[in-house]
């Protein structure tokens, strides 16, 4: 598949869905400049330097506005940005407009197909014939996929002279890749290649891209630095952790336009995001009920005033089910939930997949799936009538993302964690410093990040004296 | 303007925006039903006697999801229902489809035109040469609005024998009204009167209609009898104040697309309203300062360990200003707002339109106003280029409401309360017990509602015995 | 009984514990002065003018440092002040002793016995052969009671000549309340009809004497205007309901040495009293439970996450039982007891001493009494050998009261709404305004008292301009 | 010094204030076994096999009703007990009463002199000639120190037949021991030798004691197998840091009678303790203020609403100042003492001695000490007459052990982490697994002390099954 791709007056490439709506793109990158405190300080601080001048960074990652100021703070600083984004639904066209137009190579709108989905990819990756990009912002692994596999494909057809065949696999988004790997490997068969020699690093954001990086660092396969954003403090304390304020509560309103308040709400584990999803509900008027392994932690929840209660108890009488645990599977089974009462809401606020069961629930014999929107199913039981609702397909309910980014503070700090790293990796990038392993991002530059944001917020730090640390 | 209406199989009229959608809107539908405790617990109770048989329910209130499961409690008790929406953008496109098809006659589409809407409006009330609604469910006074005016044209053409002129006023709204009568009128000059007469009642819920209606009963010029579901305590203590949850932060989170944590907000005013909207504020991380002129509630405020300082002293510092104060207006002035933080927000969480001065804005010199959405104005000043944020052009920011309900308990006991007040409205037609005034709902009924809701939510509650009472 | 009366230097009767805690007391006394804000800006603001100059005030209140800095704003005001102690244990030895030394006549020391109590209370009444107080400061209606049964038995006596007769009664206070009456009889025989003469007014705090106050009103056997500082708003705001704060978690921590958090607490009743109990046992770690025969409230408990069962669901497993329904009787009773966990606690916090059913309790048959402290006794029951803790004897536990007052914005309220009431009575004892009625306190005193709080808080009001206004 | 030692009928030695107190004393212990889940549990499990049988236990651990409980487990389990109390003031005569009757050889009293309180110390020591115990319960050094001064003693006493001078050192307290080391030595000068021989192990649950003995490991002097129950997760979640909720506001309000509503409180540092005591401040409500010198730390806090300033920017207008902040010293000085508002509350909630300037205050020209009680001291300085309410003497405001244990899950927690260790220590005396070191209490009994309580407090664990861990 091969879309055509637009130009501004200036040349720069781009395909969004309406350029007239830049204006109001604009209108509203600027009213998310006053919320990204962060960035607007790394502006102020490293604007005049221009310290990323030369640098080519490829961004993966949900068109906003939020991620507009990420994009015109990259370009401030001197870099040459293009720009895709890492859902197919999240993209907010004006700001997708706005950017094209002033100041980046945008591929992205919603509503996308898969195959123009990883098509918008590749343009976010493809510099012409001079290579990739010296850096990629990722928020989960496609793009690093679609090079990888690209290599995987080079090398064999340099061996074999064999093209990838799409039709090798069952899976869907598998065959799209491949095809768009085949159809331009002709062209240039060593495109991936000349791809990897030229990136000097990756910053990454989210869990499981993170994850499968550790994987590929344990194997010897990884090819290049990453710097994981995704465990930096200010993205724990405020994304993971705090950002189950939207997440949760605010997630569910928005996912199945439930009210929290009066209804009996289940958080299957009491450690922090457990703790933070608790308190969360409580706020919002649910009377929450825990479920536990650990006897310390049980006992701090029932210190909290929380009643702690086997999922047995509970299943039946409950209205919302929202499974925090880590490192188990199978906590929500489908026997739990054909107990459940007609609509009630399961989700996994947790990093595991499997810890509803997925599989069992979608194998269930007769069992019936009744989309809602893009994160909410009904499973309807065919004995019963009766069915659950299920939030994002059992994975992490990361609504704040979905939507874009309710939590100002938190795509402030994730997004200002993405630019210190990639300005990390740029500054170091013939020093040595950064081998093929996954770092975390520098303790001081997390705390760059956070002093940033007191300064906005009108907050003053205390400074020791000597007096103080003798 | 006459737009052609469309008819469904069964010959039942409609005018919407895709029938295709209906389906989807069905599945919606069935979701709220869940959420709507009283009204179905009403369905139970009452569908089989069927008490709203031949009773024709003229309805004005937003065309969602939750509205559907109030206009099918109608149905179900034996009423014919036609229904238009009380604002031209929240229409739900798919529920109405869905009514459309299955259970009402339904005229509304989001984006509907002043034209567009006002004819709506005339297509809900309109029952043929027969007349109109024996009952009106109102949501704001535009649908009894044209009733008046046309009562009024109707004399005045019956004396001069002239026909009312649209040029005579420069009120856009009311020349769209007056060119609907004058061109029905020659069709049948007694339209509106006939309406009146056959009119047995109305429920109101929105204040400021409720407002006008005892205006009027004290004018001598109610024309029916209005039962005021605004102020049932159901509705006060659910949708005004503990509406302020869902209002306040989710609400300045949706218009303005802001993180209340880590800002510092005044709320202006420490009565109910304002004890709500702080504590929200509170719960979602807001540092929280209260103006207030009573000593008493300025203590209590203090005993709560929010500080009391006058505007004055933060205008310039906040970066979230609620005015919950009744009764008083230019709480804040545009002089206030000059002297606010670039972008700070300002929003009216009380009844009062004027508590924000709006027309010192609008008419300040050179101020430049941008609109992001339905309720998110910037208003920049001229010199300072620095804008404040108004949300909802300064009046109520019943936000719950413009969206649809994300507060379900809320929409749930009002409209259940409209449900009721209809049916004693209509069980009391010939008794004589309602007379051309504005009623409160009884009390009894306000209870019934609350009940409704507690069996769904699985609370019990205690009986009286005769030992306790004595 | 007389005890012998000691004096200062000057002449000034007392009789206190020991002397020699006065400096001690003193520092307690400056230290309180810092928290009674309100007092002390009365003393501020009338110092000068010695408005209370001629003033004879008999209080009749626990004596601690906080009702120290009330007696030294009276005489401070220009009043002669005597002073006895409403409690016969609350009486802070040292306070005593300071306020003695310094400025008032005290009778007070802690651990009176009943004959040392009444002896007190005459003693507080006494100016000599020129008759009683001009006003006096009340705190439950003892010393009240003491002049009332006075002026019977005069009237008795100079009709029949009989004295009264301690052996008519069982009651054993009204015994030796009568055998004062009586010795003092033949010495004076219109030494309470004296009393009753000169009385300009009394103020009064506790609900209980106020509501027998009213109705004697009602009887028309009301002998002097009456201010009844109980239900001011600053009284009920910060003493009774915002009074749940240390009255309800601190109260049971103090009385029963029970933590309550990880505890299942039952409040009965969600009205205003009840709403401040869950919140604050749900803020000290208790799972609250709640009851309530009226649906709209039930549902307001719902929406804020608590449940809502009978108290059959919950009786057997609940830790802590707190009543805090008005107007009706036996909320718990004796069966309800009898099936609660072993050292369950019992507690009202409501006005009516018959909420919980302490005569079916003490009538049980084999029933054994433990009683542990002032505050707390276990009640055993002989068959089960289970026993349930019941605090205050089943009445209001007003344990703020009876320690001193931890509360001390609640004191310094209170205290300064009868200092306020106090300069009224006195200030209108010429002009008719104040029959032999019960009043309540004029608004504008009221928030005065607020008012004198907030600069010492460091809020600052706000003031509204005409503009505001109009 | 000698004081005279009592015998109960069967010879046990103690020496308390009343006996006579002892059936009261009784009552209260019984009402303690009701929260005191852990223990109960403990003697429940291991009471039948006897595991402590042959032990000699002595406690050096405030001798309270709850301190009772552990005393009755310990004997409940075979061991024979000795105690004393681990401060002069925190005995409960009545609780030492009912153990001296009944169960152990206790020497303590409330209010013993600096010599008696080193007596008890070695009165609980002494088994007779035949040595000293074989394991210690110790709440703080002293009872060790005892032990490693009397060592030291008869080394050089041996080798130089020298006594120990009293006088050679100005510590008051050093002195008192030497003293009592000097009068045993010529009796038995290997008493404390062979008391070091016989000691299975100790364990110890304060931080500074704990801090010690690590010195002691490191230096290679410890003489005995330790296990630090104070770092037991138990301890650290339960005692230390929910300890907060009645460390904090509860003990301002018991050490200075202080109402926390309506004050400003400046909690310096927002670590874990900090946020705890800001919580519990809120709770209370306090308009609370942090000072953090972390960025990330600090962006916490202000994004629970909290405002983060300089303490030089509050210092002047705060009513009470806690520090939390650890590994700094002088964090409060006495330059912002005196810049502090007349009778504001400094208190130390960390572990370091030295955060708030004692030395500087103590020695500051012409400063005024007075004493309210055995917490509070107001410090008045001589030019302003202005003066700090100083906590605690400046140390960790440890309250809730002063006044006995008002946190009794916390108590609980504590002692049964006691009763692990001390069984732990036993059960493994033979097998080497303790060497001359200090330990952490084993993980899997510091999860059985949690589990002990949950099903005293109803709550139910969740057990894993195979298929979740796979």
Redesign the interface.
């Known amino acids: 598949m091969a879309l055509p791709v637009e130009r501004t007056a200036t040349g720069r490439e781009y395909k969004v869905k309406d350029m007239l709506q830049a204006d109001f793109g604009r ?2 990158i600027e ?2 400049e ?2 990204m405190a962060a960035l607007m300080s790394c502006r102020f601080e490293f604007g005049t330097s221009q310290p990323l001048k030369g640098a080519r960074i490829a961004g993966y990652l949900h068109m906003t ?1 939020q991620t507009a100021v990420l994009i015109e703070t990259f370009t401030a600083l001197g870099a040459e940005v293009r720009w895709c984004s890492s859902n197919a639904f999240s993209t907010q066209d004006h700001a997708a407009a706005a950017i094209a137009r002033d100041s980046a190579a945008v591929f992205a709108w919603k509503g996308e197909t898969p195959q123009e989905y990883w098509w918008c990819i590749e343009r976010a990756l493809d510099w012409g014939p001079g290579g990739g990009p010296d850096l990629i912002v990722g928020d989960g692994g496609d793009a690093i996929l679609l090079i990888l596999e690209g290599i995987k494909a080079e090398e064999t057809y340099e061996i074999t002279g064999n093209l990838p065949d799409p039709a090798s696999t069952k899976n869907p988004e598998l065959q799209i890749l491949l095809t768009i790997i085949r159809d331009g490997l002709e062209t240039d068969p060593k495109r991936y290649h000349k791809m990897k020699e030229r990136l000097v690093g990756v910053s990454e954001a989210t869990a499981t891209a993170v994850e499968r990086l550790y994987g590929m660092q344990a194997d010897g396969t990884l090819l290049f630095p990453v710097i994981n954003v995704n465990d930096s ?2 993205e724990t ?2 994304q993971n952790s ?1 950002g189950c ?2 997440c949760g509560p ?1 997630g569910l ?1 928005m996912a ?4 929290i ?4 709400a289940v958080v299957c584990g009491y450690g922090d995001v457990g703790k933070d999803c608790a308190t969360a ?8 009920i825990v ?6 932690r ?14 047995e ?1 509970v299943v039946s ?1 409950a209205d919302i089910f929202a499974v925090t645990a880590g490192g ?4 929500i089974t489908v026997d739990h939930m054909r107990k459940m009462k ?2 009630a809401i399961v989700c996994n606020i947790g990093p595991f997949n499997n810890a509803i069961d997925m599989s069992g629930l979608e194998t269930f014999p007769g069992v019936k799936r ?1 989309t ?1 929107n893009l994160r909410t199913d ?1 499973w309807v039981f065919p004995d019963t009538e009766s069915g659950v ?1 299920v939030l994002a397909e059992g994975r992490l309910v990361n609504l704040a993302r979905a939507t ?1 980014h ?5 795509a402030s700090c994730s997004f200002a964690n993405h630019a210190m790293a990639q300005l990390e990796l740029w500054m170091e990038r013939d020093t040595g410093k950064y081998e093929k392993k996954v770092y975390a991002l520098p303790k001081h530059l ?3 990040v ?2 940033y ?2 300064g906005k ?8 004296s000597k ?4």
């Open positions: 209108l509203e009213l998310a006053d919320q506005p403090v200010t304390k405020f705090c304020r939207p605010d309103l199945a336009d439930v009210e308040a009066g209804k009996v509900l409580k706020k919002s008027g649910a009377c929450v479920t536990e392994i650990d006897p310390i049980a006992l701090q929840a029932l210190m909290e005033g929380i009643l702690v209660l086997t999922l108890d009488e188990s599977k199978g906590i007609n609509n009744v809602f009904r609702i874009g309710p939590s100002l503070t938190t997390d705390e760059k956070a002093a944001h007191l917020l009108g907050a003053k730090l205390t400074k020791l007096e103080h640390t003798d």
